[in-house]
């Protein structure tokens, strides 16, 4: 038995990613006893504005979009019950070939070894029986999502722990679903290119693939809450138009592929701490 407690450690890109993804592990394992620590690695500073003022307009100040979502991050990881927040604030990165891109300070230009060491560092204090990130494409290929990947899984090899690893994902039977939704609920919503739905259609896994599927339903009620948090987002939020009722019905589990295991737990398997208790 451990004398301290069981702990995850969740390693994001940006304000609101924490909800989308795993908004309901979060919630669900807090209520557990477990401790759960969040690491945001941009400061958001490339998302929408006052008002839906976009990147790239002039009246677009990234300073002031930094501190209202730190806002809205804190107000989502009290709705979660986030036990410990950390935030690297590197300059959000943008979309991929933006300009931003190639900012100096930006996420995607600093050097994977410094953002590791320091992601290590906060590792080793912890201690994390579990740390959920993204896969190498960052689940849909942007840039700050790829390179927390990338630090994250180099910042475990630095640091010698060895918890147990997952990155997130979703089924591609929930991606076909999904797009289904998506068009429900926007009327004005045009059918993708060829191109464009064969990339849609390689993201995430084939179900039998996906190692875990953790039952979320219960707290299906304050990962939309958590969602809603991000209010100067909610133009990009698709889920937060479906209504809280739809939404639980919809986003009762979430999935991962299990990438590092010392437990032995048999796969598929129900809980990111399965062999841990």
């Known amino acids: 038995m451990l004398s301290r407690p069981l702990t995850l450690m969740a390693v994001h890109a940006h304000p609101d990613d924490e909800a989308t993804g795993t908004g ?26 006052p008002g839906g003022v976009k990147p790239g307009d002039p009246d677009h100040d990234p300073a002031a979009v930094a501190l209202m979502r730190r806002r809205e991050l804190e107000a989502s990881c009290e709705v979660l019950k986030i036990s410990d927040l950390e935030m690297f604030d590197y300059a959000d990165s943008g979309m991929a070939g933006w300009p931003s891109n190639d900012a100096p300070g930006s996420f995607w230009q600093t050097p994977v070894a410094e953002g590791a060491a320091r992601l290590a560092e906060r590792m080793r204090h912890y201690r994390p029986d579990v740390v959920v990130t993204y896969d190498e494409n960052g689940f849909y290929g942007h840039p700050d999502h790829i390179q927390a990947h990338r630090i994250t899984m180099a910042a475990l090899e630095m640091s010698g722990l060895t918890p147990k690893v997952y990155w997130t994902t979703m089924p591609r039977s929930m991606m076909q679903r999904f797009g289904e939704i998506m068009r429900e609920f926007s009327d004005e919503m045009p059918e993708p290119d060829p191109a464009e739905a064969a990339a849609l259609a390689e993201i995430g896994l084939p179900d039998d693939e996906i190692t875990t599927w953790v039952d979320t339903t219960a707290f299906s009620g304050q990962k939309f809450d958590a969602l809603a948090a991000h209010a100067s987002q909610g ?35 129900d809980d990111l701490f399965a062999g841990l208790r």
């Open 24 to 49: 309901g592990v979060l919630a669900r394992y807090a209520a557990e006893g477990i401790r759960t620590v969040l690491v945001t690695c941009t400061d958001g500073s490339c998302g929408d504005g």
């Open 235 to 269: 133009e990009n939020i698709f889920f937060l138009k479906m209504g809280k009722e739809r939404f639980g019905e919809l986003m009762g589990v979430e999935t991962f592929v299990r990438v590092q295991d010392a437990t032995g737990a048999a796969t598929p398997e």
